[in-house]
C-alpha cells in the first residue's frame, strides 16, 4: 500500500459479543461504507473520497479482506478445537 506504516499512538479495543454486526453499505453514486457497530458504538470505514476510489483505497480493502477472512479462520480453528465444543476453554 502507499501508506506511510507508522505505529500507532493509540488502541481501541471493541469486543465482538452478542448484537455485534458488521454490514457493508454500497452507494450507486458514492464510495461504499463498511459500518462495525458492537453494542452503542458504531465505526464506518469508507474511502478517502465520497466521489471516487483511489488504487490505495483499493489496496486497503483487498488487505481488509484478507485480513477479516484470517482472522475469521483463526476464530473458527479456536471455536472447533476446544475439547468441549463450545468454544470455551476449561467450561
Same mark, same amino acid.
Given at each position: 500500500?502507499?501508506?506511510?506504516? &507508522?505505529?500507532?499512538?493509540?488502541?481501541? &479495543? $471493541?469486543?465482538? =459479543? +452478542?448484537?455485534?454486526?458488521?454490514?457493508? /453499505? #454500497?452507494? #450507486?453514486?458514492?464510495? #461504499?461504507?463498511?459500518? $462495525?457497530?458492537?453494542?452503542?458504538? +458504531?465505526?464506518?470505514? @469508507?474511502?478517502? *473520497?465520497?466521489? /471516487?476510489?483511489?488504487?490505495?483505497?483499493? %489496496?486497503?480493502?483487498? @488487505? $481488509? *479482506?484478507? %485480513? *477479516?477472512?484470517?482472522? *475469521? =479462520?483463526?476464530? %473458527?480453528?479456536?471455536? /472447533?478445537?476446544?475439547?468441549?465444543?463450545?468454544?470455551?476453554?476449561? +467450561?
Amino acid at each position: 500500500m502507499g501508506r506511510q506504516k &507508522a505505529r500507532p499512538v493509540s488502541t481501541i &479495543a $471493541l469486543k465482538v =459479543g +452478542q448484537g455485534a454486526d458488521v454490514r457493508n /453499505h #454500497p452507494y #450507486p453514486q458514492r464510495s #461504499p461504507v463498511l459500518g $462495525l457497530v458492537f453494542g452503542g458504538t +458504531q465505526v464506518l470505514v @469508507t474511502t478517502s *473520497a465520497n466521489d /471516487h476510489v483511489t488504487l490505495d483505497d483499493v %489496496e486497503f480493502a483487498r @488487505t $481488509l *479482506a484478507r %485480513e *477479516a477472512a484470517m482472522f *475469521a =479462520g483463526a476464530v %473458527e480453528r479456536m471455536f /472447533h478445537g476446544l475439547p468441549n465444543g463450545l468454544g470455551v476453554a476449561g +467450561q
